[in-house]
């Protein structure tokens, strides 16, 4: 039986791209090869490269507005490194809304002068800050789009003359934005897009080449654009998943259709979280994540019953990051209604018995 996938990463990815992606294992393209063991230099391969940035860049509406797209290594947390390397001459701001921007911070720390803008971290992350004061001549602004661990996220964005970066890697493609907004998003590909393997990195262009420092080579978003995301071997079958899977979202409506599908499945499980007496959530309503709903049991007696009663339903990956405890429902955009449908029937059916 097929389980209802709340993993929050590596998570939940389309059948259809389960399945296509497992016959190019055996045979990709009808070349006799399978993807894992051809040439990242063969044209098959390039053309999956660019199909796959060209995807990005129209399911985020970014065509001919100044933007690359790289498909990198090393994860989010590189990319906590190479913001920094890149763009940090003298002062950088960030808002601290969780484990990902204290790590962030954290990093940045190292190249410069880090203002803290913003911070929930006194309660324990479970809102996003508001009504903040943003510095004046940063290098730019940092933010994180969504908090897997706390279950919070920004429904909107600061305003602010330097360059906005954001790490989207747990919600991008799943809501419309105005992305022109941004001046560099990254995003780890295990959440809405691939498997774990490979980052995707999209920046304007007319951001770098401004610090004086030495970048390493590799650690250079220009070394990457000139060499289209080739200048190493790039992670092959992530990539080529990746594209899978973008192509999936733009035959299923594009960002517009996840958003209205990923609205319904998060209000079917907060109602529930709401008015069930049995359950409370962890973040503050208004900044509630679509992506990854987090709450806990009232009442600690009945966790055994309701661990066992989701475990038989067929659920997956529900208990909660340990920084939090709890539940964890991450709802990225391969789940189905139906799924968030089935974790709702037994969280009903736990007040039932109880």
Not at 19 to 48: M, P, T, W, Y
Not at 56 to 80: D, I
Not at 89 to 106: Q, V
Not at 291 to 311: G, H, Y
């Amino acid at each position: 039986m097929k389980k209802h996938n709340f993993s929050a990463g590596p998570c939940i990815l389309p059948q259809d791209v389960f399945k296509e992606a497992s016959q190019a294992i055996l045979d990709f393209n009808d070349s006799g090869l399978s993807i894992l063991e051809i040439s990242h230099r063969s044209k098959d391969f390039v053309d999956v490269m660019e199909e796959s940035r060209n995807l990005v860049l129209e399911l985020l509406n970014l065509e001919g507005k100044g933007y690359k797209v790289l498909f990198l290594q090393g994860g989010a947390s590189l990319q906590f490194l190479m913001v920094a390397y890149n763009l940090l001459e003298k002062k950088a701001g960030y808002l601290n809304t969780g484990t990902w921007s204290d790590k962030a911070i954290k990093e940045a720390k190292h190249f410069g002068e880090v203002i803290e803008v913003a911070s929930s971290k006194e309660k324990n992350f479970n809102y996003i800050p508001k009504g903040y004061t943003i510095p004046e001549q940063l290098d730019y602004l940092h933010c994180t789009s969504n908090n897997t661990i706390f279950g919070t996220q920004m429904k909107t964005f600061p305003v602010t003359d330097a360059p906005l970066i954001c790490d989207m890697s747990s919600d991008i493609f799943s809501r419309t934005l105005d992305f022109t907004k941004f001046d560099l998003i990254y995003a780890g590909a295990q959440k809405n897009m691939g498997p774990a393997g490979t980052t995707m990195v999209v920046v304007k262009e007319d951001i770098l080449g401004k610090v004086s420092r030495h970048i390493p080579s590799m650690l250079d978003y220009q070394t990457h654009i000139g060499k289209a995301s080739m200048f190493n071997t790039p992670p092959v079958f992530a990539v080529y998943t990746s594209m899978l899977t973008l192509r999936w979202i733009k035959e299923n409506g594009g960002v517009a259709a996840m958003e209205e599908q990923n609205e319904k499945k998060a209000k079917l499980l907060y109602s529930e979280i709401d008015l069930n007496p049995l359950f409370k959530g962890f973040s503050a309503t208004e900044d509630r994540s679509n992506m990854n709903a987090t709450f806990s049991l009232i009442e600690e007696d009945l966790k055994e019953t309701f661990d066992a009663m989701w475990k038989d339903a067929g659920i997956n990956g529900l208990n909660g990051h340990r920084s939090v405890g709890g539940y964890r429902a991450s709802m990225y955009n391969a789940l189905s209604l139906n799924s968030v449908a089935a974790l709702v029937d037994v969280m009903s059916d736990l007040e039932r018995k109880a």
